[in-house]
C-alpha cells in the first residue's frame, strides 16, 4: 500500500498571509507596533501587549538551532525521509518556530545547538512549508576564521 502524502498546511483568515508570503518565497512574521515585538504563531492580537495595531513584515529568514530531537519512526509519508530532524529554531527577530532542518544529517555529530540557520522552502501539497538548512553565510564566515 502507498504511503499517504505529507500532511499539507489549511491556511486560516489568521494564517493567510504567512502562506501567502512562503508562496513568494518569504519568511513574514507579525510585528506589533505599540511595543516593537515580533511574534508567532500569527494571531489578531499582540502576545505581549494584547493591542491589535499589528502588521505583517518579511524577516531575515536567517534563526539558530534551539533544540532538535532526530525521528527515527516518521509517520506514513516522511518513512523515505527518516531519519529526519524535527527542531524549533530562534529566528533573528525572537520568534521561535518548530520546524525541520534539512540540507544537513539527522546525527547530533551534524546538528549543533546555536548553529546559524536559514530559511528555505519545500513544497508540500501545493502549499510552500518553511524548513531551515545551515547558513551559507557562516558557512563562509567559517572559511574566514580557519583562512
Ligand atoms: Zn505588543
Given at each position: 500500500?502507498?504511503?499517504?502524502?505529507?500532511?499539507?498546511?489549511?491556511?486560516?483568515?489568521?494564517?493567510?498571509?504567512?502562506?501567502?508570503?512562503?508562496?513568494?518565497?518569504?519568511?513574514?512574521?507579525?510585528?506589533?507596533?505599540?511595543?516593537?515585538?515580533?511574534?508567532?504563531?500569527?494571531?489578531?492580537?499582540?502576545?505581549?501587549?494584547?493591542?491589535?495595531?499589528?502588521?505583517?513584515?518579511?524577516?531575515?529568514?536567517?534563526?539558530?538551532?534551539?533544540?532538535?530531537?532526530?525521528?527515527?519512526?516518521?509517520?506514513?509519508?516522511?518513512?523515505?525521509?527518516?531519519?529526519?530532524?524535527?527542531?524549533?529554531?530562534?529566528?533573528?527577530?525572537?520568534?521561535?518556530?518548530?520546524?525541520?532542518?534539512?540540507?544537513?544529517?539527522?546525527?547530533?555529530?551534524?546538528?549543533?545547538?546555536?548553529?546559524?540557520?536559514?530559511?528555505?522552502?519545500e513544497d508540500q501539497?501545493?502549499?510552500?512549508?518553511?524548513?531551515?538548512?545551515?547558513?551559507?553565510?557562516?558557512?563562509?564566515?567559517?572559511?574566514?576564521?580557519?583562512?
Open positions: 500500500m502507498a504511503d499517504p502524502a505529507k500532511p499539507t498546511p489549511h491556511p486560516t483568515p489568521e494564517t493567510q498571509p504567512f502562506w501567502d508570503a512562503t508562496a513568494l518565497g518569504e519568511l513574514h512574521l507579525q510585528r506589533c507596533r505599540a511595543c516593537d515585538t515580533h511574534y508567532f504563531p500569527p494571531r489578531p492580537f499582540c502576545p505581549h501587549c494584547h493591542t491589535d495595531d499589528v502588521v505583517w513584515e518579511r524577516c531575515s529568514g536567517r534563526g539558530r538551532l534551539h533544540t532538535y530531537m532526530i525521528n527515527h519512526r516518521p509517520p506514513p509519508g516522511w518513512r523515505d525521509e527518516a531519519p529526519y530532524t524535527i527542531a524549533v529554531v530562534e529566528l533573528e527577530e525572537g520568534p521561535r518556530m518548530m520546524s525541520n532542518i534539512v540540507g544537513v544529517e539527522a546525527s547530533p555529530e551534524s546538528l549543533e545547538l546555536d548553529m546559524e540557520l536559514e530559511v528555505t522552502f501539497g501545493g502549499m510552500q512549508v518553511p524548513k531551515f538548512r545551515p547558513a551559507t553565510a557562516a558557512v563562509a564566515q567559517t572559511g574566514e576564521v580557519v583562512a
